[in-house]
């Protein structure tokens, strides 16, 4: 209803939050499913880099790639992005990596260095010969002996400049999937508009389907030599029961209530996938009830108009969240 309406457009919220940082900027707009979005922060020491991209699903379907040490941030994160995504899959890659290296950042593997040593020692025994020192060059060479320890993160330390950067990675994928939902919303305007004046086309030519139906009895008639007056009451019957059977009013009642709401729904800032894939089904429902009853050329070839731009609609429906 309208009053509805005007509590929607009343408590819109012009900035929605994630997290604790609101995105710079939120376009309450039509949405596609499909988007992309990278996002990277710098913290103390160290960068996050957030990519996320998004395809057409029927629920919200997130997918997680992060490393194993930060397995425990999957679900608040989790919660983070959907708030901001209600359809779609995504897929997002989190990276972190330290900005510098210093001492403390190098791990010795003692067991494996004093292995090299043995080996080398069994070596020179088999061969019964000495073999060349060990030097430096020799444990730098043997994989796993030095290593760069960033295996473990400070969950606590990393969490605000991961999140940072999914904030910029959402912001970025918000904002395609908005300019792109404005191009779906342009395009279902049109063929909305489309199916508006083929309805109206066919709720005029509905009008004189008896009156043609009349003519038509009453020229067979006379062409197989049977005189019968127009106000005989057999052929009126038989016009009441063509008249009943070929009733479209109720049809084009709802047409046009549905039409309606297809496009209230187009101006909600609401994600309305779902509400507009469901009233295509019923669109398609009243046109074939009306190709059933019609009993006129122009009529049919007006069905066949209108829902050649219903299932162009159902197609696009299918790309917004």
């Known amino acids: 209803t309208r009053l509805q309406l005007r509590k929607m457009k009343t408590n819109r919220n012009p900035k929605k939050k994630i997290g604790s940082n609101p995105l710079t900027t939120q376009v309450l707009a039509m949405h596609s499913m499909t988007g992309f979005g990278r996002g990277e ?44 995504i209600s359809r779609g899959r995504a897929n997002i890659n989190i990276n972190i990596e330290k900005t510098a290296s210093s001492p403390e950042d190098l791990k010795l593997d003692k067991p494996r260095a004093l292995a090299l040593q043995s080996a080398i020692q069994q070596l020179e025994e088999i061969l019964q010969r000495p073999l060349s020192p060990l030097d430096t060059t020799d444990f730098l060479r043997t994989s796993g002996i030095i290593n760069l320890d960033d295996s473990s993160w400070d969950l606590e330390a990393v969490t605000p400049t991961i999140e940072l ?21 342009n395009d279902l305007l049109t063929r909305i508009q489309t199916i508006q004046t083929t309805s109206q086309k066919i709720a005029t030519a509905s009008e004189n389907v008896v009156a043609r139906q009349r003519e038509h009895l009453h020229s067979r008639l006379r062409d197989a030599g049977i005189e019968i007056d ?92």
């Open 41 to 84: 922060h710098a913290g103390d020491g160290i960068i996050a880099r957030v990519e996320i991209s998004t395809v057409n699903r029927k629920q919200a379907d997130i997918h997680f790639n992060l490393p194993r040490d930060l397995a425990e941030l999957e679900a608040p994160l989790r919660k983070i992005v959907v708030s901001h």
């Open 165 to 185: 950067a999914l904030n910029n990675a959402l912001e970025k994928l918000i904002e395609m999937r908005a300019a792109e939902g404005t191009d779906l919303k």
């Open 230 to 321: 127009l106000d005989d009451e057999r052929l009126l019957k038989e016009l009441a029961l063509f008249a009943e059977r070929s009733d479209i009013s109720e049809e084009l009642t709802r047409l046009q209530s549905h039409l309606g709401r297809f496009l209230e729904y187009l101006k909600s800032p609401d994600p309305v996938g779902r509400s507009l894939d469901f009233l295509c089904q019923e669109l398609n429902r009243e046109f074939n009830t009306i190709a059933s009853k019609a009993n006129h050329a122009g009529m049919a070839q007006e069905v066949v108009t209108a829902k050649t731009e219903l299932e162009k609609i159902r197609e696009q429906v299918q790309n917004i969240e």
